[in-house]
């Protein structure tokens, strides 16, 4: 006869294991008609860092007034978004720039069908440690000089002969994000063209760390980090041409922030807009982009783009119903 | 009359001593029991499997002399270089910044325990170091960088610019900490088990308390503590969240540890954090990375058999 303590043992044993077994929230279909506060399941989205914390805006909002909705962000950089996306792992793709045509392939052949929608403006920011008071603004072809590929600038005063004698440290995204294959694109000249020897990742919150906590510190990425972050990091005008002009709301919205102006993105997919979950929280997110866009420190639509998001959802509501 | 006996018969009528029926059960225990300890086998080697069936495709691709020779690491940017140098020198790098920490301290303390202390001392000791054992290491990661790293900077004495806000120094000097209570706990082990006739001895021919330490003690428990030191460095070579958070992503093949550097581990945890599709050269990569510090750790250990066994004492 097995002692009490054998028993016991099992008995754990069961519990756990039918706890690991079950359980993990699972995608519930509420069906039509059910009142708006029932709306329940899982979304997930990944991608972009730099349009993450506007997704993570988006999902707190929209929880205030649905609670059982599970929004889940990740950061796994653009391109590593659209991998998972494009299998199927994801539910929206967080993006800070358009899908590509190979990436769009790959939805296809996996029978991936989703809608792009342009969801806030971003003014991709150059940012320098707080103390660095020399350079205040720089232009394009400076930007160039420090990040082109094979570049061997390792100083400020090879930047320029008036920057002090200051060692260049340097701070950037990875291969996999938005935000590295828009500031190659604009800056370079190709997109992925770039050197190499500089601290990639696809965390902005590490190149916070790294410009803050070095005098030579140059970094870049989306203009919320730089709104986050106003102490420890400061922004650099560019001058694309056309003088110096810094990163706000205004320059971002008129287009005068050249050349790193930009828009960003989410697409989700058709699968999601079926859900009434997934339709209400992209209907929420395209909706109320100005709240969004407050909460997060974005910049906001402008009226034209608010207005052709609209005409678009509204087409596919229409639609898809 | 006399009764002989021949004990190689059995008596009449008795049973033989010894199995009369096989025992399955005990067969089955034993099979069981042996299943258990080829899983760890199994698994090994699986690992090595899985670890370096893409590492041989990686080499299709790239040339084992531009691996090892060259000096630029790019492998996930579009011009591609993998000369894996910066990493393997910031790996030997942080590794020893670590053991300057960990062995002269670690070695320190032990001594301390297993000679010095007395015995409310070592009931305090003892307990301090398994609490500083059991620290996550991303805690320790987030002290190395939050910590360490501005209070180097701010007391820099040394030539050179002061550490850059990523570097391998504080990085090291953390996983030294870290690994000390391994050093201590294995090299106070060995001390212990070199027998009190050899302490009495020296004593008895007038030696000091260091003396015998130094001299009698350490020497004795020489393979142990060699056995200890190499599997903190097989520890230090292995770490990846310290470096991941403190020593930072560029890669630099430099052997200035104030700078920022990528060691081994960390590559491979950055670039899986991210998404390399399944197949590609960059995938492969972090297996050919991974399969290095295999070998490099594989190596080690088997460095550290041989030295055991050259310096063993046996005692009876």
Known sequence: ?321 | MTLTIDPTQPALGQRRLGASKPRHGERAIAALLGLCALVSVATTVGIVVALFVPTVEFFRSVSLREFLTTTEWAPLFDRARFGVLPLATATLVTTLCALAVCVPFGLGAAIFLSEYASGRARSLLKPALEVLAGIPTVVYGFFALTFVTPLLQEIWFGPGDPPQIFNGLSAGLVMGVMILPTIASLAEDAMSAVPRSLRAGAFALGSTKLQVSTRVVVPGALSGIVAAIVLGISRAVGETMIVLVAAGGTPNFTFNPAEAMQTMTAFIAAAGMGDQPTGTIGYKTIFAVGAALFVATFVMNQLSIRLVRRYREAYE
């Not at chain 1, 100083?155 to 004698?165: A, L, T």
Request: some cysteine; glycine content about 10%.
């Open chain 1, 1 to 321: 006869m097995p002692t009490p303590r054998v028993f016991l043992l099992s008995a754990l044993a069961l519990a756990l294991a039918t706890a690991a077994c079950g359980g993990g929230s699972t995608q519930q279909t509420a069906p039509g008609g059910q009142a708006m506060a029932n709306l329940s399941g899982a979304i997930r989205i990944d991608g972009s860092s730099t349009v993450a914390p506007l997704s993570e805006a988006a999902a707190e909002l929209f929880q205030q007034q649905h609670r059982n909705v599970q929004v889940t962000v990740g950061t796994s950089g653009t391109g590593g978004g659209f991998e998972k996306f494009c299998r199927g792992e994801t539910d929206i793709a967080d993006a800070s720039r358009p899908i590509k045509s190979s990436e769009a392939d790959l939805c296809k052949a996996n029978g991936v069908v989703y809608e792009e929608f342009t969801v806030a403006n971003d003014g991709l920011s150059v940012v320098v440690n707080p103390a660095n008071d020399w350079a205040r603004c720089m232009t394009t072809a400076q930007l160039k000089k420090i990040w082109d590929q094979g570049s061997t600038v390792n100083n400020w005063k090879d930047v320029d002969p008036s920057f002090p004698d200051v060692k260049l440290d340097l701070y950037g995204a990875g291969t996999d994000s938005g935000t590295f294959d828009y500031f190659t694109e604009a800056i370079n000249g190709t997109s992925k063209r770039s050197r190499t020897d500089y601290n990639a990742t696809e965390d902005d919150n590490v190149t916070v760390r790294g410009v803050s906590g070095s005098r030579g510190g140059i970094g870049y990425f989306g203009l919320s980090y730089l709104e986050e972050n106003k102490g420890k990091v400061k922004g650099v005008a560019i001058d694309g041409g056309n003088g110096c002009v810094e990163a706000t709301v205004q320059t971002v919205q008129n287009g005068t922030y050249k050349p790193l102006g930009r828009p960003l993105f989410i697409y989700p997919t058709k699968k999601l807009l079926a859900r009434p979950e997934g339709l209400a929280f992209v209907e929420y997110y395209v909706t109320n982009t100005s709240a969004i866009t407050k909460q997060a420190l974005f910049v906001d639509l402008t009226a034209e783009q608010k207005a052709k998001l609209n005409s678009q959802f509204e087409k596919l509501k229409v639609a898809g119903s």
